[in-house]
């Protein structure tokens, strides 16, 4: 694979047109197009500085390779990387804006039981340029430039881990929210982790303050064990510690996702001892109804039993919400699209 483009920073562009010999502006004039979704080729440079760029870097080096539509509106994207690789995102219209899910690895090696993305493990790091070019690309697709984007809000909730593809991750959302490019502010964008403790601890000193979500989905190590191997290596109370760290660093108030099993985490013993365990704390709890994979064999809990969930936290003052569960007509949620895509080509072989 050729280097990406996308990956260099606005002052890396302009070191690289002054190695090429380029007046200083071509900087600028590649960082725009770039930044307006412009394949290299597409670029208002001289066809000269077009063939020693495309010599070193990939053109294009994320494609939407099919585009699905659900019922809701929401779209789900297949984009194809230039290694062959496939991974998904997905596109949420909300009234407020539209917020697109990325992906930051190929697959993933947490090993969560109620996960597709990690199913067959992870393929590799995906770079900055690559998790900044699935959203150049879709707000190009839907018509959104620099001024009046189509992506208003981002969330780091495709497949992978971000904090286990720290150093890319970093360096992708500081491109993101930087003023001169497509400058999505931070405050529009959530990083859901796992709970990798010395990477959240690290990343509140980065200076980025976005919304810092956890995947707790469990209220003991005990029971998270069950369904999260990083369980067996960093305790609940230490995600704790770290979330208060964040919240210390940046002022931001911290989210915890709890994805809702049937027979699992669900009961009202549950919803109690959750609420015990964040009372009085700066967070928010989004809780969603587990999306049945069909290679798991967990399931998900009714409407009305999750709303008897969402009813007990509120009742103990907890902060919280039942998150929607959008283009499920798709098999939109959760790294099940590129599973699915996978699992059809492989029939077909
Ligand atoms: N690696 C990150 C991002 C994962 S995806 C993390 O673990 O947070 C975003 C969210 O979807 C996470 O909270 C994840 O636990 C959850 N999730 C994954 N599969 C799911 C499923 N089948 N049903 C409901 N939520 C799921």
Known sequence: MKEILQDLTREELGALVEEYGEKKFRAQQIYLGLMQGKRISELPVSPLLREKLLERFEDEPVKIYRTFTASDGTKKFLFLLADGNLIEGVLMKYKYGNTQCVSTQVGCRMGCKFCASTLGGLLRNLTAGEIISQILTVNRAE????????????????????????????????????????????????????????????????????????????????ERKRTMPVANKYKIQEILAACEHYFKKTGRRYIFEYSLISGGNADGEHAEALSKLLKGKPCHVNLIRLNEVKERNLSSVSEKEAYRFLGVLEQNGISATLRRSMGSDIGGACGQLRAKHLGEQHDKD
Do not use: W
């Open 143 to 222: 018509g959104g430039n620099l001024k009046d984007r189509a992506v208003t809000n981002v969330v780091l909730m495709g497949s992978g881990e971000p904090f286990d593809n720290y150093e890319n991750v970093v360096r992708f959302l500081r491109n993101l929210i930087a003023e001169e490019g497509i400058n999505i502010s931070a405050r529009n964008v959530s990083l859901s982790t796992c709970g990798l403790v010395p990477q959240m601890k690290s990343f509140a000193d980065e200076g980025i303050p976005l919304n810092l979500t956890v995947s707790l989905h469990a209220v003991t190590d005990e």
